[in-house]
């Protein structure tokens, strides 16, 4: 468990939902800095292995290592369920996750939502959470919406402060599930440029997305996903650049034709 391991690392992966295979033997690693990106059609399983890597959703086969750590399953098949809830928490609240549909609580300012967590959770001192809270608006460009509450904000901004929650976590790792597709084009822009931000930082990211341009810039590592598969998987300059499936050629022009 040194600090050469991977932050997270997903061996053999099999998801069902009851007799539909979702995800068919995948294997995934992040290493410290690494950006992952994963693509491909609705329904190649993109999202269910995220939600899996984030214990959201539990597999039926398989290993998912957190640092080197294994978690701990107990029971087999679709009884299979993690051992330890101690273990899934520590895992989980360093691998924060950033939804498609911003999950804000409504009743609650900015300020409060980047808070709740690190307070509730992890029992953080408020005032020094306050702090990072307000560090972290400023960050993603929404410093001045602390006292704002989600309904006044626009979908851009809704997803730039998702982004400060999950980071107020300090986690380990960032987990994106389609970040911008809920977002008019030109909001989306702004997301893109604080995902962008963030890859430069060397944060570790694994990213699932419909947006080729933002994982060919922001990559070090594309997965496409087909059919609960690894189809295909390289550096962003040989996979968009050079694909050699038939499977992701035909992706990749409907996607530039989209």
């Known amino acids: 468990m040194s600090d050469t391991s991977p932050v997270i690392e997903i061996r053999n992966l099999h998801k069902s939902y009851g007799d539909l295979e979702v ?3 995948v294997d995934i690693t992040a290493h410290r800095g690494d950006v992952v990106s994963m693509i491909g059609s609705s329904g190649s399983g993109k999202s269910t292995l995220l939600r899996c890597a984030n214990l959201l959703e539990d597999s039926q086969q398989g290993d998912i290592l957190f640092k080197g750590e294994p978690l701990r399953w107990k029971g087999e098949g679709l009884h299979r369920r993690p ?8 895992i989980r609240t360093n ?6 549909q911003f999950n804000l609580w409504a009743h609650m300012t900015i300020l409060q939502n980047v808070m709740e967590a690190p307070v509730t959770v992890l029992g953080r001192d408020r005032a020094e959470v306050e702090g990072a809270a307000r560090k972290y608006l400023t960050k993603v460009g929404i410093g001045d919406k602390c006292d704002a509450y989600p309904a006044q904000l626009s979908g851009g901004q809704q997803q730039r402060a998702a982004i400060a929650r999950a980071l107020c976590m300090e986690p380990e790792a960032l987990l994106f599930d389609e970040p911008t597709s809920a977002l008019d084009p030109e909001l989306e822009q702004e997301v893109v440029k604080v995902i962008k931000d963030l890859a430069r930082e060397g944060r570790t990211m694994i990213i699932v997305t419909h947006d080729m341009k933002m994982a060919h810039d922001v990559s070090s590592h594309v997965v496409f996903l087909h059919q609960g598969r690894i189809e295909e998987e390289g550096t962003p300059d040989v996979l968009f650049g050079a694909p050699k499936s038939e499977r992701l050629q035909g992706f990749l022009k409907s996607t530039t034709h989209a």
Not at 95 to 100: D, N, R
């Open 83 to 90: 051992a330890d809830p101690k273990q899934v928490l520590r």
């Open 95 to 100: 691998l924060s996750m950033v939804f498609q």
């Open 23 to 25: 995800l068919k033997g």
